[in-house]
């Protein structure tokens, strides 16, 4: 059974990087089976899909979020990372990893993240 | 805006039948899968129906999914008040190259 777990600080300032990492238990980031995955939901909204990373780190990203997301992958450490640049107040949310099974959906879910940006 | 619509909120009796639908358009549903996802307070979104129709093992078959055209619909039979969550549709959309999700539908069993 796969195990996710972001880690990473709760607190970001406005305008500086939100980074945060995914580790993976139970399983092999290697595995050919899935894509590694971000999503993120505000404070009482909807989610939001900000980007996939296969292990031998080909990249989609939601176009919307494009010009200020990195996501990379590990695989010495079992872990992929977010990197999202220039945050303001509007990308406060709980941040949550991933997998991402053939047909694109979400299987396997960490328990999320709270980033709060703010000064 | 989300690109998919759900309704905002759904409510019924426990042991009855509820659906929740999810519309979008011929670039999104209409030519892709969609999967649906619950949705406790506090807790991570969980798989409930993936492919349209096919559901992941342990979840109970009280659960199933459908599509027709542009749409799809979640149902839920015998309710119970452990089902009250908030449920999401997703799927992929190939204009906007992007997974996209509802607006989300609030269970709410009486």
């Known amino acids: 059974q796969l195990q996710l777990q972001e880690s990473g600080p709760g607190l970001v300032k406005p305008s500086e990087t939100l980074s945060l990492t995914c580790t993976v238990s139970?399983?092999?980031?290697?595995?050919?089976?899935?894509?590694w995955g971000w999503i993120r939901q505000p404070p009482g909204k909807g989610l939001e899909w900000i980007g996939s990373?296969?292990?031998?780190?080909?990249?989609y990203y939601n176009p919307s979020l494009k010009s200020r997301v990195t996501i990379s992958v590990d695989t010495s450490k079992n872990q992929f990372s977010l990197k999202l640049s220039s945050v303001t107040a509007a990308d406060t949310a709980v941040y949550y990893c991933?997998?991402?099974?053939?047909?694109?959906?979400?299987?396997?879910w960490g328990q999320g993240t709270l980033v709060t940006v703010s000064s | 805006q989300s690109v998919l619509t759900q309704p905002p909120s759904v409510s019924a009796a426990p042991g009855q039948k509820v659906t929740i639908s999810c519309s979008g358009s011929s670039s999104n549903i209409g030519n892709n899968y969609v999967s649906w996802y619950q949705q406790f307070p506090g807790t991570a979104p969980k798989l409930l129906i993936y492919e349209n129709n096919k559901r992941p093992s342990g979840i109970p078959d009280r659960f199933s999914g459908s599509k027709s055209g542009t749409s799809a619909t979640l149902g839920i039979t015998g309710l119970q008040t452990g089902d009250e969550a908030d449920y999401y549709c997703g799927t992929w959309d190939s204009s906007l190259s992007a997974v996209v999700f509802g607006g989300g539908t609030k269970l709410t069993v009486l």
């Open positions: 991933a997998t991402v099974a053939g047909t694109l959906e979400f299987d396997y």
């Open positions: 139970g399983g092999s980031i290697s595995s050919s089976s899935y894509y």
């Open positions: 990373i296969y292990y031998s780190g080909s990249t």
